[in-house]
């Protein structure tokens, strides 16, 4: 494979996942780590993804200013969002995990909706700030850098004292059969405590993440309770999930 072929497969999974492991990239491509980490520093001199250990993140993945975010399939999230933000009520209380579709999420919920949301992401928490009837709750610990999320202990012992009425549950990959899994294992440990917290479980996800397996499980489809995507519920490619869990 050439090295622009090779370079092209780095940034769409980057887009797709916001984040890549360096190992994963390489038996994906079937070229060695050396050779991913040199075209990684090379899109990354380019302006065009940011290194990090171990891989690789989107430069929309970790800055607070939304508007100069550079955030993939946008109009897709967007549309993701209005439907997600359709099945919330006045009083409700929230839960949001980190994600780019889930701060767009954030950014439309109406200003006037009277709810509580809680979240781990700093990025979220910040979009939320200027609604003055949504009261929010930061949920405190070890910030990974990367993300912009708390991890660890600390803010699984405090969702372990919740039961909220939703949770939009970011994922990065969605398969009928493997269920939802993540490359980060705190991420994962993190995602199983949302879903025990909570009453019900939207999953907001762009269709280019369904069908895809990560290296760890975080649950099974049957304790999602609903699958929000761009696509229209009748498209072929949620023909799996018909049936099992609610599509929008």
Known sequence: MLKEERHQVILNEVRIHNKVLLTDIAELLKVSPDTVRRDIKELHDDNKLKRVHGGAISLGFNHYNYVNREIYSLEEKSKIAEKAVSILKAGQVVLLSGGTTNLEIARLIPPYLKITCFTPSLPIAM???????????FIGGKVNKDSQITIGGKPIGFLSELKVDVCFLGVNSM?????????????VQLKKA??????????PSISEKINSTQRYKICDIDS?????TELDKSDPILEPYRGKIELL
Request: proline share 8%; aromatic share 6%; glycine share 2%.
């Open 127 to 137: 979009q939320l700030l200027p609604k003055p009837n949504i009261e929010i709750i």
């Open 194 to 203: 949302m879903i025990k917290a909570s009453k019900k479980v939207v999953v």
């Open 224 to 228: 999602i309770n609903v699958l929000a």
């Open 175 to 187: 398969h009928p059969t493997d269920g939802i899994t993540e490359f980060d294992w705190e991420v």
